[in-house]
């Protein structure tokens, strides 16, 4: 029995031994995670506020519910949702000041809400996508399957204006000051040709892929077309009757019609065009933009019947000579 207890008393005096030897245990913080200085706060974000002065908010979690508040001893009801990290800071330190003479409050994020950005257009997968951490445009384009075959070359980004403008040269600011607007090209950014294209997305931006514009060409023409425009801006009017099969043979060359769409009316202002001056060379060709419509009408009958009359003319002789062989005459 003694042994057993000599035993016992020797392994406890090793253990003591060893432990003192070991360095001591630190309590394992929870996770905290960086933040942007402009992060906006909403909905389901969960945040841990330190507060050394206030040992009933201090080091203590916190999620914003939803409808975007949260609830603290001493101060009660407080709106989060919509406001930066810096800017509810502030708002904990004037509210605290009723209660302490010089509050410190400090905000670190521990879950981040679910951030949304939305795909709309002609994208193989157009809806809502979760954006979670730092995702770029062309991560998201992968997200989304890319872009339709019929889709435009260029895609039109959106962006709120508590979010930051986007940061690039042709991004044009919305009359009221809520949004900002830039148009990417598919071509340069897949090419990586202008690497500031490939922009950091956040939450809420709306990314727009429209169909691809086209001019119409109908009338007397070989084959009616509607002419995917792509990257190209403009197509001239020879090139799209060109594409269209060039004209049948009742064609009017000499009062071709554009139709151009007049803007904010269901209206068209309509422009002639001379193709056979245009032909000549004695004409500059005409650039048809987005959504026009040329129209080559019938040529009257008289213009028709008179190059078969020229033709009848050129071939009497041989036709009186045929005539006089043949003894009709």
Known sequence: MRRGRKFLFCTLLGTIAIAQQLPPTQPQPQQVQSIRPDYVLGPNDQFIIRAPQADEINERPFRIDSDGFITLPLVGKVRAAGLTVQALEADLVARLKEFIR??????????????????LGAFRF???????????????????????????????VTRRAE???????????????KTSTVEISIESL??????????????YDLVNAERAERVYVSGEVTKAAAIELAERESISVAQALTEAGGFTQFASRDHVRVLRPIMGTTMRAEIDIN??????????????????????????????????????????PYLLISLAASGAI
């Open 190 to 203: 897949t090419r990586n040709v202008n690497p500031d294209e490939d922009i950091v997305l956040k939450s």
């Open 275 to 316: 193709m056979k001056r245009i032909f000549e060379g004695k004409d500059i060709d005409f650039p048809l933009l987005p959504n026009d419509l040329l129209y080559v009408p019938r040529a009257s009958k008289r213009a028709i019947l008179t190059p078969i009359g020229v033709q009848m003319l050129a071939s009497l």
């Open 102 to 119: 010089e509050p410190q409050v400090m905000i670190s994020m521990v879950q981040f809400r679910s951030e949304t950005v939305f795909f």
């Open 163 to 177: 979010y930051g403008p986007i940061p690039l040269p042709n991004a044009v600011q919305s009359p009221d000051g």
């Open 126 to 156: 157009p809806g809502i996508y979760p954006m979670l951490g730092r995702r770029t445009l062309i991560e998201m384009l992968s997200s989304v399957g890319g872009l339709q075959p019929n889709a435009g070359r260029r895609i039109r």
